[in-house]
Each structure stands twice: as C-alpha cells, then as structure tokens.
C-alpha cells in the first residue's frame, strides 16, 4: 500500500514537473519588471524604455541584416503556461530585435513564440498605408512554440479507427 502511494506520489510529481518544462526559464521570467497593459506599452514606449516585459505572439515576417534580426510580431495574449493563445483577438505588433542571427527559416512567418526583453523605444512604420508605432524589444529569452493541437474532443475505438467532434 505504502509503496503504491509512493509510486503515484512520483508519477504525479513527473508529470507536473514535464507540464511546467517547455516554456521561458524562470531566470528570463524573474527578469520581468512591466505588468500593464500592450496597449499601454505600445501607446507610450518611451516611459518603458529599459522595463523588462514578457510578450507572446505570432510571427509576420522576419527582417535580417549584417547588423541585426527583427522579427515582426502580431501581438497574443499569453494563457498561465506563457504560451500564446488562439488568434481571438490582439492589441497589436511590436518588433523583437536582437543582435545575434536569427533564421528565418527557424523562425518563419506563422510561427508562434513568447519573449522576454526590455524596451528599447519604439519605431515607426506602415501597415498598408496606415501610420503604426511598433514597440521594439531587445531580446532576452525567445521560445518558439509547437502548432497548438486540436482541441476539440476526440474519441479512439482502435487501431485506425477513430473521430473528432
């Protein structure tokens, strides 16, 4: 009996400790100094600049030179694991910037991520022909997430043979 306990003790502990494995280290997270809001962040850069914040989100395009990488992001509320969520709604974009050579093909368009970095300012640019502030991020930690999977019940009778609802 006691044993049994004990067994169930050690599979419960492995599988809290591999669901809490995966996302931003908890240095990069303990860096964090921002909790308003994006639309806050992105109104006002300027009285952030240097504020640790963690973002999540989704990947539009991807722009490298000789001197940086910027990854341009579609802003995503992050859920409790830091992951973005579902394409529901955004406050907006924001540039991730970094010095180290970030491959597009590594992190393409799609791709969803979460980060961690500080305020660096903002920039401006267009989107389409409208006038858009960006606020840009210097990269400290960078996860890149797998597709979400379905979430919808799914039922299994066999081997081949099963259905979604």
């Given amino acids: 009996m006691a044993q049994s306990i004990r ?21 990069a997270r303990s860096q964090v100094t921002y909790s308003g809001t994006f639309q806050a962040l992105q109104q006002q850069s300027y009285l952030h600049t240097s504020t640790v914040v963690m973002l999540g989100g989704k990947i539009i395009s991807s722009e490298v030179s000789a ?24 406050e907006g974009r924001f540039i991730i910037q970094t010095d180290q050579f970030t491959d597009p093909a590594i992190y393409p368009q799609g791709t969803l991520i979460s980060v961690v970095g500080t305020v660096t300012g903002s920039e401006h640019r267009t989107i389409g022909q409208m006038d858009y502030e960006y606020p840009v991020i210097r990269l400290i930690e960078i996860k890149k997430w797998p597709p979400a999977e379905s979430t919808e019940p799914r039922f299994h009778f066999g081997i081949g043979v099963g259905t979604y609802f």
Avoid: W
């Fill in 7 to 27: 067994f169930v003790a050690l599979l419960a502990a492995i599988l809290f400790l591999s669901a809490c494995a995966g996302g931003l280290s908890q240095k």
């Fill in 67 to 90: 001197a940086d990488t910027r990854l341009l992001v579609l802003h995503l509320a992050l859920d409790n694991s830091g992951r973005p969520r579902d394409e529901i709604s955004s």
